[in-house]
């Protein structure tokens, strides 16, 4: 129980950064990584595992 309430209590984003995935950086995407994740998303439509698996880190 206070696992959930402590996940309650934290941010969605801090919850990604604190425990989720520690190396994950908060920069916003390159014009690079934003024209790779559009073209992704019109070859797999919303199959955002395999999208991911196209992007660094």
Known sequence: MRQIKRRWN???DELLHSQLIPGRTRQPF???EDD???KA???FSN???K???L???
């Open 47 to 49: 199959q955002w595992a």
């Open 36 to 38: 790779n994740i559009f």
């Open 41 to 43: 998303h019109v070859k």
């Open 51 to 53: 999208i991911t698996t």
């Open 10 to 12: 934290l941010g969605e």
């Open 30 to 32: 390159t014009q690079e």
């Open 55 to 57: 992007l660094p880190g």
